[in-house]
């Protein structure tokens, strides 16, 4: 598979997981990474989610912060306040940039998730 390609669909993987994340629940760079095989690439998955926006389905990026809870990427989402504003609407409670109650929201895609199903609906499709 050229790079691109590659890329391109583990960026697509990062943004189906992430749409799966439910509203009032918060994951980690980490998490999503990991779930995708991809234990060391937690910044690719940032980097992934600040590109998001330019996806015409919604990527809810703003329920994915960094392992402490800490709103890391608050910068991204036109204002520092925004991503805090997304969050507390669903319910999500904010002191400080830190997600209040993170263990207890924390969603896990390896708890949460069939792998084997997930990557089936990556494979391209061969008619």
Request: glycine content about 12%.
């Amino acid at each position: 598979m050229p790079v691109g390609k590659a890329i391109n669909t583990y960026y697509e993987n990062i943004y189906r997981l992430v749409r799966l994340i439910p509203s009032g629940r918060i994951t980690t760079y980490g998490a999503i990474a990991r779930f995708l095989g991809s234990p060391q690439a937690s910044r690719r998955v940032g980097y992934a989610l600040n590109l998001s926006r330019h996806q015409l389905a919604y990527v809810p990026a703003h329920r994915v912060v960094n392992r402490n809870g800490m709103l890391t990427g608050k910068h991204h989402f036109g204002g520092p306040g925004v991503m805090q504003e997304l969050l507390e609407g669903e319910g999500v409670k904010v002191e400080n940039d830190y997600v209040t109650g993170f263990n207890k929201l924390f969603w896990d895609p390896f708890k949460e998730l069939d792998g084997d199903a997930f990557f089936e609906k990556s494979k391209p499709q061969r008619r």
